[in-house]
């Protein structure tokens, strides 16, 4: 019924089918091998990452609040207050000359 022709393709057949199979378990193997290294080692960078956004977030935060005061300390009755407070400062008074008046340096003392 089978002729001797059959016997050696179904043979060939076989041992083909068995070595692709055994390639496909190598690569399947292989590539967990690969997932779990890659794993670990980019696994913990990505928590540090993630730390380091959320450090830069509130440092932005802290900046925004510092741009703030600084506004706030820039502002005219702010230093104002602190010339007049902290540093004991006034203003001083200024006399105008008026135009209409004759000059001073011609009055004799």
Known sequence: MFSLKDKTTNKFNFRKSSFLIKILCCL???FIAIQLYVLTVVGPQGEKLSDIRKQQSE???????????????????QILHTI???????PAKLTFLDPNQPPVAAQNP
């Open 84 to 90: 007049s407070e902290k540093l004991q400062l006034e």
């Open 28 to 30: 399947i193997i292989g």
């Open 59 to 77: 440092i932005k935060i802290q900046n925004e609040i510092a741009r703030a005061k600084i506004l706030d300390l820039q502002s005219n009755p």
